[in-house]
Structures are given as structure tokens and as C-alpha cells.
């Protein structure tokens, strides 16, 4: 079973086109939309685990140029 989750992301003024453009390219990413207001990025990704998901914040979204913070919501599958 896969996990998927949504990721809220704020990035710097300026950098919010090119980042949605990188993060597009990550695997496992379905999903990215630059939005008005607050977040300015909503990223939806399906990967294999809870690691694969933590290795994707941590070593991949964290090191886009821009990204300044991210919150991840976990999908809750009933």
C-alpha cells in the first residue's frame, strides 16, 4: 500500500514559478499548483512508505531553490 499525502509549501518571493516547475520532476509527485495566498504551492504525492515520503521532504523538496517551508498532511485512507 502506497502513501500519499498533500504538501503545503511557502517559497520566496519570486521563486514560486520555478519551483513548481522543479518539483514537478520529482518522482512521485502527481500533483503541483501555485495558488493565491497561503500556501504558495499545493504538491500531492504518492510513494511507496512513510520513509520514501520523509526522504522526498527532506532530501528533495527541502533542496529547491525557493522552498522555505513545508507542511505535510498524510492521506488518511478509510
Known amino acids: 500500500m502506497s502513501t500519499k499525502a498533500y504538501i503545503l509549501i511557502k517559497v ?4 514560486t514559478k520555478d519551483a513548481v516547475q522543479t518539483l514537478k520532476r520529482i518522482p512521485g509527485v ?4 501555485s495558488c493565491f495566498g497561503r500556501p504558495d ?6 510513494v511507496p512508505d512513510e520513509r520514501s515520503l520523509s526522504d522526498v521532504v ?4 527541502h533542496s529547491v531553490d525557493g522552498v522555505e517551508e513545508t507542511d505535510t498532511h498524510i ?3 478509510t
Open 12 to 15: 520566496k518571493t519570486g521563486k
Open 30 to 33: 502527481e500533483q503541483a499548483h
Open 58 to 61: 527532506i532530501s528533495k523538496i
Open 41 to 46: 504551492i499545493f504538491l500531492f504525492i504518492n
Open 75 to 77: 492521506v488518511a485512507e
